[in-house]
Every structure is written in C-alpha cells, then in structure tokens.
C-alpha cells in the first residue's frame, strides 16, 4: 500500500485546509487511516482516525474543528481543518493500518498557521 498525502499550505489563523491521502496498491488490507502530526521540535501525535466502518475519533485539541471523511471509491481520506491556529503548524502525515500487519505511511505534508 502506498499514500500520497497533499494539501498543506500557508494560511492564516482562522482559516482552513483539506488534505488528502489517496491510497494505491493493495488498498483492500486498508481498514483504519489515521492522521498524525509532527509540530516542530515536538513528537508525533494522533490527529483524527476513521475505520472502514466510518467510525471516527479526535484529539481533544482538534475536536469540533477537524472533521476526518473518506470516500471508498476513491480510495481517498480526508481531512478538513477548519479554525486553523498557530499551535496547528506542523508536517502532517497520513497512516493506514490494516489487514497482514499493514503499517503504512504517506510523506508529510507541511502546514503553517500564521498569526
């Protein structure tokens, strides 16, 4: 399984942002796409993730401004980034976990909230 996230961008406080991760390959081992972000000189974190059953779940930093979505036949998953702030700046990457030990990672894609 192979991710291409894309999206990311400059934009200002308040604003918003939709990436994506179009997943090719043997997408059919895919069931759980998380995002995950990197903040500058912080760890990763678990951003928003959505199972094969549409289930969704957020970090309390995120909720209510983030929604995570995926269209199935696409084999693509979303992440609408609404209300953006500063403490949003990082590189995001997505995740697909699944069948067969899948463990997959997209290559970040750099966001920058400015003040």
């Known amino acids: 399984v192979q991710l291409q996230a894309s999206g990311g961008g400059l934009v200002q406080t308040g604003g918003s942002l939709r990436l994506s991760c179009v997943a090719s390959?043997?997408?059919?081992?895919?069931?759980?796409v998380n995002w995950y972000r990197q903040p500058p000189g912080k760890q990763r974190e678990l951003v928003a993730a959505?199972?094969?059953?549409?289930?969704?779940n957020y970090a309390d930093s995120v909720k209510g401004r983030f929604t995570i979505s995926r269209d199935s036949a696409k084999n693509t998953v979303y992440l609408q980034m609404n209300s953006l702030k500063p403490e949003d700046t990082a590189a995001y990457y997505c995740?697909?976990?699944?069948?067969?030990?899948?463990?997959?990672w997209g290559q970040g894609t750099l966001i920058t909230i400015s003040s």
């Open positions: 959505i199972t094969g059953a549409g289930s969704t």
């Open positions: 995740n697909a976990e699944g069948y067969r030990a899948l463990d997959a």
């Open positions: 390959g043997s997408t059919w081992r895919i069931n759980t």
